[in-house]
């Protein structure tokens, strides 16, 4: 009898520890959120990305080999300048169908997350007919990777889920 509740116990045990272990897998998930706003006051689109602090860290080791450390007290003094190069490699914005450059203003973190800050001056918003965004932030590194962008001006606003095979999202005006 006692031998029979040992092994019931083990069993239980047994079941009890594959139960547990098969809920503690994270089911990671790949995103970034870019808002494109237009400022009326200032003629230009301000664009603020949010994009995960580790995964941003992990594309720059793979793709340039820097250990930003990002959002520690290592930081790399480098960070800033990787980021920018790699956000000009990636994400483009194009206005009547001519990519036109930005200017990377500079980062700050919100817990897990790093907010990339860039603007495009000087729009003559009466002349735009369309605005396209390309975004293939992180998807050279996840396959899994969706990028949302949300264009907003003049009060509308217009949102598009970018991924790998299609990464670039079309408004016109």
């Not at 006692?2 to 790949?30: C, D, E, P, Q, R």
């Not at 520690?72 to 169908?97: C, H, M, P, S, W």
């Not at 450059?101 to 000087?122: R, S």
Request: with cysteine; glycine share 4%; charged share 25%.
């Amino acid at each position: 009898m006692m031998i029979k509740l040992k092994k019931i116990g083990n069993t239980l045990a047994f079941l009890g520890l594959l139960l547990l272990f098969s809920f503690t897998t994270v089911h990671k998930f790949y995103l970034s959120v870019t808002n494109v706003v237009y400022s009326e006051k200032s003629a230009s689109f301000q664009i603020t990305s949010r994009i995960f602090i580790d995964d941003l860290d992990d594309v720059l080791e793979e793709r340039y080999g820097v250990k930003a450390e990002l959002a520690t007290k290592n930081e790399a003094q480098v960070a800033d300048t990787y980021i920018e190069k790699y956000l000009r490699a990636k994400f483009a914005i194009a206005l009547n169908g001519e990519i036109v450059p930005y200017t990377f203003l500079g980062k700050e973190y919100d817990n897990d997350v790093v907010i990339c800050y860039m603007e495009l001056e000087d729009v003559d918003f009466s002349s735009l007919k369309s605005v396209s965004v390309q975004n293939e932030v992180l998807t050279d590194l996840f396959e899994e990777q969706q990028n949302v962008v949300h264009v907003k001006w003049k009060g509308k606003k217009k949102s598009f889920v970018l991924i790998k095979e299609n990464n670039k999202g079309m408004l016109n005006l």
